[in-house]
């Protein structure tokens, strides 16, 4: 059983800066493709950064642009375990983060991934 746990959100203040983590488990393959999503209430879910890998050792990050310059995406060298690096945050990016494994077509801004978690909720506030 594939298994997506998020952790490192909580409330920080305008300006702040948080790390979440996604642990994967039970996953067979290496998947090409993570990603991180939120959602705020009353919004729909939205792209948020995502990260694929190219041959061995490369890989390459997305970005939305409401996070661009901001956030970072990365992923350990097991290939299991992703971050997002979330600094200089706004009110704005209040909300549940999840993350996402393994895409199953199209463009990752469209989250067609076939592994989700269960969220991590982050508040922005002062």
């Known amino acids: 059983q594939v298994l997506l746990v998020e952790s490192g959100g909580g409330s920080v203040q305008p300006g702040g800066s948080l790390r979440l983590s996604c642990a994967a488990s039970?996953?067979?393959?290496?998947?090409?493709?993570f990603g991180w999503f939120r959602q705020a209430p009353g919004k729909e879910r939205e792209a948020v950064a995502a990260i694929s890998r190219n041959g061995f050792f490369g890989f390459s990050t997305y970005y939305a642009d409401y996070v661009k310059g901001r956030f970072g995406v990365s992923l350990n060298y097991a290939g299991n375990t992703m971050y997002l690096q979330m600094n200089s945050l706004k009110p704005e990016d209040t909300a549940m983060y999840y993350c996402?494994?393994?895409?199953?077509?199209?463009?990752?801004?469209?989250?067609?991934?076939?592994?989700w978690g269960q969220g991590t909720q982050v508040t922005v506030s002062s």
């Open positions: 039970g996953l067979a393959y290496r998947p090409t493709y």
């Open positions: 996402a494994a393994d895409l199953i077509g199209g463009s990752w801004i469209d989250g067609a991934f076939r592994y």
